[in-house]
């Protein structure tokens, strides 16, 4: 069974830093593409950003310049370096990703992380 499970989550003051880690596990051989997503109470789940297998990358404008999304191919993980954080940043955190097993790609979703920031 492959999972994602995501973390570094927690309680932030605006401004602050946090950096969330989503690690693949399970019979798998590598992550493909892979994003992170948010989603605030009350508000649809949105696209944060993004990374394809060559490293590319691509951001939601409100978090241009501040967020940074990576990869380390070696430990099938992906990360999110989220800086100069915004109240309006708070939101529950989703890894996705598409990930190369035995049986071909499957599209799977962590459980989320919790963001929360302080003004």
């Known amino acids: 069974q492959v999972q994602l499970v995501e973390s570094g989550g927690g309680l932030v003051q605006a401004g602050g830093s946090l950096t969330l880690s989503c690690a693949a596990s399970?019979?798998?051989?590598?992550?493909?593409?892979a994003a992170w997503y948010r989603q605030a109470p009350g508000k649809q789940r949105e696209l944060v950003a993004a990374?394809?297998?060559?490293?590319?990358?691509n951001y939601a404008n409100a978090v241009k310049g501040r967020f940074t999304i990576s990869r380390d191919n070696a430990k099938n993980t992906v990360y999110l370096q989220m800086n100069s954080l915004k109240p309006e940043d708070a939101a529950v955190y989703y890894c996705?990703?598409?990930?190369?097993?035995?049986?071909?790609?499957?599209?799977?979703w962590g459980q989320g992380t919790l963001v929360t920031v302080s003004s």
């Open positions: 399970g019979s798998i051989r590598s992550i493909n593409s």
């Open positions: 990374i394809t297998i060559g490293g590319s990358t």
């Open positions: 996705n990703a598409a990930v190369h097993t035995r049986q071909g790609y499957l599209e799977v």
